[in-house]
């Protein structure tokens, strides 16, 4: 039982240090103005509205998450496992980790276009890194991909091109908001598309060894 328990704090620490890496890459794409990720770009986008309450981008990303989550078990309904529940502390985490990560790289700034793709490229890297840890770790998914799994669950829909429509979605949503209330579009650009492609791929090739590495320790 308490080897059992060890195990299970060792994989929170994982996850935590996923939700860690994934915050700071976040922040290293917003400073890059590139665009952000697609999972990003809607609460970036709602950080910048004249809302009655403002918002920053970790509060941000707590509301849609909260939402997301309110949307899986509506979908789901009786079939919907409370466990997932543990999405919303997961997600107060990481929106305060991204406020965090925010501040403490303030001073981090682009003086030329491939000074941006180079803080794109570190926070694609972390993102990518990041969702390696949570993928090893193994406890709860972010509320996106419970989203994703959610839908995949209640539909004849395979992840994959679920998972795509769904970023698809936001990117689309994001754009809207950002045309329709600022008059020109914010979040959403070239970055954006290299995010998309890239961060699957950089945790495709760190998952493994990471994996072996935590065999060792869990």
């Not at 770009?41 to 997301?68: D, F, K, W």
């Not at 991204?98 to 794109?120: E, H, K, N």
């Amino acid at each position: 039982m308490k080897t059992r328990v060890l195990e299970q704090v060792k994989r929170y620490v994982l996850l935590c240090i996923g939700l860690t890496i994934m915050a700071f890459g976040v922040a290293f794409s917003i400073e890059a103005g590139l665009g952000t990720s697609p999972i990003s770009s809607l609460p970036y986008v709602l950080s910048l509205l004249n809302l009655p309450i403002h918002l920053t981008v970790g509060t941000a990303t707590i509301a849609m998450h909260v939402a997301l989550i309110c949307l899986q078990i509506l979908v789901l309904r009786r079939r919907y496992n409370p466990i997932q529940l543990m999405q919303l502390p997961v997600a107060l985490i990481f929106g305060v980790l991204t406020d965090f990560s925010v501040w403490a790289i303030r001073g981090v700034s682009a003086s030329s276009y491939p000074m941006q793709w180079v803080l794109c490229v570190v926070g694609i890297l972390l993102v990518g890194i990041g969702v390696s840890f949570e993928v090893v770790a193994n406890v709860v998914t972010l509320a996106g991909e419970g989203m994703v799994l959610a839908l995949c669950k209640a539909f004849p829909l395979k992840f994959p091109n679920t998972k795509i429509g769904f970023d698809v979605a936001l990117v689309v949503i994001a754009s809207a908001l950002s045309l329709i209330f600022l008059h020109q579009l914010e979040g959403v650009r070239e970055g954006t598309v290299a995010a998309a492609l890239c961060v699957g791929l950089v945790a495709k090739q760190v998952t493994p060894p990471l994996a072996s590495l935590a065999k060792r320790y869990l």
